[in-house]
């Protein structure tokens, strides 16, 4: 239910939405699920959809820049192998990975990501994202190769996300700088709350020549897991990359109605509106949808903002 409502509103909102391959990574825990996710394969017929083995390796597959059977693919693959390896948490290999292994690999993949010279870019949403207002990705990937010193576009964040709602506090706004297509730039290494959080898997287009080489310094099990990782590491950016663009009015937020994960058993969610994952399948199967058209222009205060689900009848 969750994932036709953020593909149906990228596709009703994304003006150049077919200039991009669309990949829906999934791991359905019960038939029922499997039935499920093969109506929305049918539904949307230009989007791959990967069903989860190993998350980590699957991502590394679906983002593989790489031209199959090339030494490159070799060298990526490798990198990939050595970056999966876990060690025992705490113990002196964990630390040097973080510390000296992970840097090692991420430089190596830099420069197998100039050998490849690919410009390729990578935007990430997760299945509670709505998107509510229309915009480009050629304005968005245009504004990043304007902005060298910038790492990457936020669809979340605007000067409307005046709340956290993670942290439930309030979050002053950074000093913006204008840019073109309605787009804002502002210093994230001097920002508070989410604007000091530029590393996220929920509705941020990053560059994949950055964005590759440290996904491969660290393992991973899940998108929870994956963007902690790339939060700690943040600090490699802050001297190259200290600025994030944003829209002024937010394109995007996460709906956080319910909780299907338990790495973070602490999230907040669900506090106002509660939609568990047996009644949105339930309401699937009778083809019910979520209206995103509703959400059409909403403002909202903050990166995640609970709000009412309405449903309209899908043809079968």
């Not at 825990?29 to 230009?46: G, I, K």
């Not at 069903?51 to 693919?73: H, N, T, V, Y």
């Not at 964005?211 to 902690?228: G, I, K, Q, V």
């Not at 506090?271 to 959400?295: H, M, N, T, W």
Request: negative net charge; proline residues 5%.
């Amino acid at each position: 239910m969750q994932a036709d409502a953020v593909l149906h509103s990228f596709f009703l909102h994304c003006i150049d939405a077919t200039t991009t391959r669309i990949h829906v990574l999934y791991l359905p825990t019960t038939e029922r699920y499997v039935h499920q996710y093969e109506t929305l394969r049918a539904a949307y017929p230009s989007v791959k959809f990967v069903r989860q083995a190993d998350f980590q390796m699957d991502m590394e597959s679906i983002l593989d820049p790489c031209q199959k059977g090339s030494f490159q693919e070799r060298i990526y693959a490798a990198i990939g192998r050595i970056g999966r390896y876990r060690f025992r948490s705490g113990s002196l290999f964990e630390k040097l990975r973080i510390h000296t292994v992970g840097r090692i690999l991420r430089l190596v993949m830099e420069k197998l990501m100039q050998s490849i010279s690919n410009s390729d870019y990578i935007l990430f949403f997760v299945d509670d994202n709505l998107i509510v207002r229309d915009f480009s990705l050629a304005d968005m990937t245009r504004a990043l190769e304007n902005s060298p010193d910038a790492i990457g576009v936020s669809l979340r964040l605007g000067e409307n996300t005046t709340f956290c709602y993670t942290r439930n506090h309030t979050q002053t706004l950074p000093d913006f700088s204008v840019m073109q297509a309605g787009l804002l730039k502002f210093d994230w290494t001097v920002s508070e709350y989410d604007f000091g959080y530029p590393l996220e898997v929920s509705s941020s287009l990053y560059r994949t020549a950055q964005l590759l080489p440290l996904l491969a310094s660290f393992p991973y099990l899940d998108p929870n897991t994956c963007e902690r990782g790339l939060s700690t590491r943040r600090a490699w950016f802050a001297k190259a990359f200290p600025y994030t663009l944003c829209f002024n009015i937010s394109v995007a937020f996460c709906n956080p109605v319910n909780k299907v994960q338990k790495v973070s058993p602490g999230n907040r969610a669900a506090e106002i509106y509660q939609y568990s994952p047996e009644e949105l399948a339930e309401r699937f199967d009778e083809c019910k949808r979520i209206d995103v058209g509703v959400f059409s222009g909403f403002i909202s205060n903050s990166c995640h903002q609970e709000v009412e689900l309405p449903f309209i009848e899908n043809e079968p």
